[in-house]
């Protein structure tokens, strides 16, 4: 008998140390608000003694989203880098209780398990500032044949192109999960992210990548332009499938000449937006996978994002097949 | 200049893993509703694989309540023993960024910080499976006596009995605290932890304690009686002054032959009870060292105990001192 899974995941395994600061904190330490910035033990050390207390709860983009896919009644394996420390114990027990297969070595070694402080305003906005410890150091070695090529669609995290073993890692993946039959999903990740990778990720875009993922701010980072509508009109010729996440206005899924408009699921108030397109990500890859209407995956993509900003952390509190039941949608 | 502390605690240096289960999963695992075991690593590893995800959040009988202390305004510093590793820096930086003064060095060598997996059911009940590593280590060496000497109140966790050593320092902390003009007070902790020290404690109360804290398993286990009332009349005659907990029947601070009775803070629905009798120690604690009324330091004490079952985690997710005064209290 052969596993197949819905979605196969690679990306950096990440514990989130969440605290709360206000905008003027963001200011003091030159974090820009609302990105990804990568830290070195040393400012890591300066933001974190100068945070409030914290807690701890496992995340990591593409973690968060084969979380998801999982808590909708999905198939999800997820592939990255743990360390033989606390935060490793703490990141592969939560994945694989969240049911996702997860079967990685924990690496004894001088790099730590990668984490990332998010500092979370008032607003609800999180700013992210990543130790990338031995994550990073995912390569050919940790990728398993048999778990990608049972992948209906392999899910990419754009943060590993910022190492080369990790870039190559995901495009030997890309290429076992596309001869295998299966599609290749990738997610932008990030402004600056985009901004460091660009005309790779646009060479990709237009060959490998069956599934575009980005927010406003990434895709017009990628093309370069201040014009949302004009990005849409770029992607919709460059890929042959985007969806793309406005927070509050919404979402758009674009194929081809063709797009379809998602409205946000409405939230009373929001209190960490951490992990909000992982878990659109994830909803609109659950319905994917089963088949569904774009315009019904893009409500399931909603349904997850609301779930995830109305409480701290990036994992799912609820079920999400149950919630999307009681709403009518699954 | 010497700083004095409204209070000084020590007790276990702990992280708390959180996460949930349902009755049956207690029973299964053979864990008493409510209570706190000791386990050794196979029983953790065991009750961890076959729990949900967890978050990680400081916690630790005594340090919640320094941060209570702390959280109204007062001053605390907390004595506690940490291992140099994630749960130690995590157990650190929360103390510390909570306003307590703590100044522990973390141990290199074989025992981890410790970590209490705590188990909460769909009432909101915690049930508690403490492994503990380094923190029952503490010995004489980390005591400061010059801190002890400047505390109001000492204020012992029992569970710190549990290891010779750690008993040891209790004592003699006590008595730097007490020649040096300050009260000492003893929290019970569990009812089996009673059940291991009947003995000891009781002796404690009728010498060297001046506030005994416990709640009504606690003080019934204490004296071996089913009847409140009946173990009330006997730690009127054998204490200084009883604060005795009753969860929703609220609670009595029992000083000879006058008792003072607290109502509860109303709650609309309780999420998580860790800390509870923690927090309620930390409102009396620092109302008694203000010099105010029992029913006034019994209010704080309510209103602290109210807020932190509110969510999940045993730190309080608000500054208390604000919160008292929006109820007019302070």
Chains 1, 2 share one sequence.
Do not use: W
């Not at 790099?111 to 390569?139: A, K, Q, W, Y």
């Not at 209190?271 to 774009?294: C, E, K, P, R, V």
């Amino acid at each position: 008998m052969s596993t197949t899974y819905d979605i196969v995941a690679i990306g950096n395994a990440i514990v989130d140390i969440i605290g709360r600061c206000d905008d003027a904190y963001l200011a003091k330490h030159s974090c820009p608000k609302g990105s990804m910035s990568l830290v070195d033990d040393a400012k890591m050390s300066a933001l974190y003694a100068g945070m409030g207390p914290g807690i701890e709860i496992s995340g990591g983009s593409a973690a968060n989203t084969a979380v998801g896919v999982a808590s909708f009644g999905g198939t999800a394996a997820f592939i990255g880098k743990i360390a033989d420390d606390d935060f490793g114990r703490i990141f592969a027990h939560d994945i694989k209780t969240s049911g996702v297969a997860f079967q990685a070595t924990a690496q004894k070694g001088t790099s730590p398990t990668s984490r990332s402080l998010i500092l979370v305003t008032p607003d609800g906005e999180r700013t992210m500032n990543t130790l990338l410890g031995i994550s990073t150091e995912l390569g050919a070695a940790e990728l398993d044949p048999v778990i990608i090529a049972a992948a209906k669609v392999l899910y990419l995290e754009g943060y590993l192109f910022d190492r080369p073993s990790a870039k190559a890692a995901f495009r030997q993946a890309a290429e076992i999960a596309r001869k295998a039959g299966g599609k290749v999903a990738l997610t932008l990740s990030d402004g600056f992210c985009v901004d460091r990778h660009r005309d790779e990720f646009l060479a990709l875009i237009k060959t490998d990548i069956d599934i575009v993922f980005a927010n406003e701010h990434e895709i017009t980072a990628l093309y370069q332009t201040a014009d949302f509508d004009d990005a849409v009109r770029r992607i919709a010729s460059d890929a042959r499938l985007a969806v793309l996440t406005r927070s509050a206005k919404g979402s758009v899924v674009v194929e081809g000449g063709n797009s379809t408009n998602i409205a946000v699921d409405p939230v009373s108030h929001v209190i960490d937006t951490t992990g909000a397109g992982d878990l659109y990500a994830a909803g609109f890859l659950y319905g994917y996978t089963q088949g569904f209407s774009h315009a019904k995956s893009g409500r399931l993509a909603a349904i997850a994002a609301a779930e995830i900003i109305s409480h701290t952390g990036a994992r799912p509190a609820t079920r999400l097949n149950a919630l999307a039941s009681q709403k009518g949608v699954l």
